[in-house]
């Protein structure tokens, strides 16, 4: 078993994919405009960004925690860029008692995912 994807729900999918694709430098999986999905290559999986009608259903899946941890080798160096491309920022990295750093970020539509980067000698991904 492996996990394939996580989805996360937008109230605006152009400014997701620009986010996304653009802003965070993740590559384009698939684009299924028709559907109001596209997916983004995280690694091994995909970040599935949907279309949600804010006052339909799924609106109250916009804009929450989404408890989604994006590896990366120095979450610092990635905050600075990220923060100078004008990305929100809820808590800068710090590190954590495992002796990782981890910063939680908002999309546009005001998901909340985050950044960790291993411990000092730990490679990313291991």
Same mark, same amino acid.
């Given at each position: 078993? !492996?996990?394939? @994807?996580?989805? %996360?729900? +937008?109230? $605006?999918?152009? #400014?997701?994919?620009?986010?996304?694709? /653009?802003?965070?430098?993740?590559?384009?999986?698939?684009?299924?405009?028709?559907?109001?999905?596209?997916?983004?290559?995280?690694?091994?999986?995909?970040?599935?960004?949907?279309?949600?009608?804010?006052?339909?259903?799924?609106?109250?899946?916009?804009? !929450?925690?989404? @408890?989604?941890? %994006?590896? +990366?080798? $120095?979450?610092? #160096?990635?905050?600075?860029?990220?923060? /100078?491309?004008?990305?929100?920022?809820?808590?800068?990295?710090?590190?954590?008692?495992?002796?990782?750093?981890?910063?939680?970020?908002?999309?546009?539509?005001?998901?909340?995912?985050?950044?960790?980067?291993?411990?000092?000698?730990?490679?990313?991904?291991?």
């Amino acid at each position: 078993m !492996r996990l394939y @994807g996580i989805r %996360l729900f +937008v109230d $605006d999918l152009d #400014a997701a994919r620009r986010f996304y694709g /653009a802003t965070l430098g993740l590559p384009l999986a698939w684009d299924a405009p028709d559907e109001g999905a596209v997916g983004f290559a995280a690694g091994d999986g995909h970040l599935i960004v949907e279309r949600a009608d804010p006052d339909g259903p799924d609106g109250a899946l916009v804009g !929450r925690f989404v @408890g989604a941890s %994006l590896e +990366v080798p $120095d979450a610092v #160096a990635l905050y600075q860029a990220l923060a /100078a491309r004008g990305v929100v920022f809820d808590m800068a990295p710090a590190v954590q008692p495992w002796g990782g750093v981890m910063a939680h970020f908002r999309d546009p539509a005001g998901n909340v995912l985050t950044l960790i980067s291993p411990p000092p000698g730990a490679t990313a991904g291991g």
